[in-house]
């Protein structure tokens, strides 16, 4: 069964920081691996998608990583702003078990001005 | 529609009531997910349809969860006899599925609160 992990559960760090968040899973079978963002009381905003066969994705301040067979992802966030705040969660979509995403139960984010 | 729409945004029910849940999906998307958070929680999935059909329910907890997406757009998850322990975050997502699986879009989720 897969489990996915994200480390550190929760993080606070001054604004301009660049940052690293981790995402580990235990099933390397997979087709891809998503990071979200979720803002309080809200729905999930897809930041970045991997497939298995790519190594890392950029898009503006944010680059993804991936290394599969280790079964490990990051996302790096450069020169942080307070509303980058928010929960980010990484998720795998498995080959094995349908087209369901695993998700970690997410990295809780705070950026102080 | 632009992205996904869920309603209601709030349901607050009282334990064995019915309650319907309702998920409009990104227009042109095939496959459509419904996922239920706890607070604190990473989205669990619940039940995954690839046009009108449920391609995989395995983690509809019990009997008295169901869904239905009959003209394969528009989905609904039915909850019978709600107890306390089914108040959670409802989140439905949608997808194009192509060649392999396409990005998740999710909505803004309908929260389920039984007294």
């Known amino acids: 069964k897969q489990e996915v992990t994200q480390i550190p559960a929760a993080l606070s760090v001054p604004e301009g920081e660049n940052l690293v968040l981790n995402c580990s899973f235990t099933?390397?079978?997979?087709?891809?691996l998503q990071w979200f963002r979720q803002d309080p009381g809200k729905g999930l905003t897809s930041l970045l998608l991997?497939?298995?066969?790519?190594r890392e994705q950029t898009s503006g301040r944010l680059n993804a990583s991936l290394d599969k067979s280790s079964g490990r992802s990051t996302l790096y966030i450069a020169a942080s702003q307070p509303g980058d705040s928010a929960t980010y969660l990484c998720?795998?979509?498995?080959?094995?078990?349908?087209?369901?995403?695993?998700f970690g139960a997410g990295t809780i984010l705070r950026v102080k001005s | 529609g632009a992205g996904v729409s869920q309603t209601p945004s709030n349901k607050v029910t009282e334990k064995g009531k019915y309650v319907e849940l309702r998920c409009d999906p990104i227009?042109?998307?095939?496959?459509l997910y419904w996922y239920r958070q706890s607070l604190g929680q990473g989205p669990e999935f619940l039940i995954y349809?690839?046009?009108?059909?449920?391609?995989?329910d395995s983690g509809l907890p019990n009997d008295r969860f169901f869904a239905v997406r009959p003209e394969g757009s528009v989905s609904t998850l039915k909850i019978q006899r709600t107890e306390r322990g089914d108040s959670a975050v409802y989140l439905c997502?949608?997808?194009?599925?192509?060649?392999?699986?396409?990005?998740?879009?999710f909505g803004e989720g309908s929260r389920l609160t039984v007294l």
């Open positions: 349809f690839q046009g009108t059909g449920a391609a995989d």
């Open positions: 099933d390397s079978a997979i087709y891809n």
């Open positions: 991997i497939q298995s066969s790519q």
């Open positions: 227009s042109g998307h095939t496959a």
């Open positions: 998720a795998v979509r498995q080959r094995e078990y349908g087209n369901k995403l695993v």
């Open positions: 997502a949608s997808s194009y599925y192509g060649t392999a699986p396409g990005e998740l879009f």
